[in-house]
Structure formats: structure tokens, C-alpha cells
């Protein structure tokens, strides 16, 4: 794989929401569901922390049989009570307009034992989590396959 410049785009900072999901919630559907009631498609998750009763994560894998010989495998499943101590992501659109959420991040568990990974569905909220999700105008932040990695991948542009 040739190494070619940065792809940039570049905007301004839009509109700031503040979110808490509460117990028993998905914490990716609640984030989700937050971005698509304020009409964010284009944005980062500044911020986000608490407690969760159930993580499930994946991590990069060795596969060489991919363009990358890397690729996240199956997820895992670690049960709570787990502390939620960062996270962070890039919300952005497919193709067809609807919003992704590509979100990683930190964990401790009851002994203080952290991990992480990129999060996927059925991460359950324990008490609370508090986010910050930060808008992004004059940004495209489309998420589109890329023939070179064969893997769908951020691909900004300026509006």
C-alpha cells in the first residue's frame, strides 16, 4: 500500500448536545438516537463516561486473507459492572445518508484492570452515561468503502 497525504476537510464547530442515557439503555443506540433527534450527521463524540452492566467490544486481529492482514474479529462479551472511563468517535453517514457512529473505548473493571476496543451493539448502560456530542458544519463526513483497504472508512470533504 502506497502512502499518499491526509485526507482533510475543513469546517467549524456547530451545535454542542449534552446527553445522559439511562439504565438498561444500549449506550451505541442511545448515542445513535441522540444524533438522529438532533439531526447530527456530521460530528465527533466529545466525550463520554459512566457505568455500564454489560461491554461488547472488538479489537484488530490478524486475518490474512484481508486486503490489510488486520480486521476487528468477533466481539467480546465482558460482563459488569465496568466503569466506562473514555469514549470517543466520529458520527458520519453512509451513502445513503444514514448516520454511523464509529465509537472506541476505555474500560475499567471492579479490581481497576483497563481495556477497550471499538464498541458495537448490546453495550448496556449500568447507572448513567454523560456525553458530549459536538456538531461539525462546512464538514461531509461520509463513510464509504475504500477499494484499497476493501473496509469502509471516514472520508471527509469540505462542504
Known amino acids: 500500500m502506497e502512502h499518499t497525504k491526509p485526507v482533510i476537510a475543513y469546517g467549524k464547530p456547530g451545535r454542542t448536545i449534552a446527553v445522559r442515557l439511562k439504565p438498561g439503555m444500549g449506550l451505541l443506540e442511545g448515542l445513535q438516537e441522540a444524533c438522529e433527534e438532533a439531526g447530527i450527521k456530521n460530528g465527533v463524540i466529545v466525550s463520554a463516561l459512566g457505568s455500564l452492566s454489560h461491554v461488547r467490544l472488538c479489537t484488530a486481529v490478524n486475518m490474512p486473507g484481508s486486503k490489510t492482514g488486520v480486521g476487528y474479529g468477533d466481539p467480546m462479551e465482558l460482563p459488569g459492572p465496568m466503569e466506562l472511563l473514555a469514549a470517543s468517535g466520529v458520527i458520519c453517514h453512509d451513502p445513503s445518508g444514514e448516520i454511523n457512529l464509529h465509537v472506541h473505548a476505555a474500560f475499567s473493571d471492579p479490581d481497576g484492570h483497563v481495556m477497550g476496543g471499538h464498541l458495537t451493539t448490546g ?24 477499494p484499497e483497504l476493501d473496509l469502509p472508512i471516514l472520508t471527509p470533504r469540505t462542504k
Open 123 to 146: 453495550t448496556t448502560v449500568l447507572i448513567t452515561i454523560d456525553a458530549v456530542i459536538q456538531e461539525l458544519d462546512g464538514v461531509e463526513m461520509e463513510r464509504i468503502v475504500d
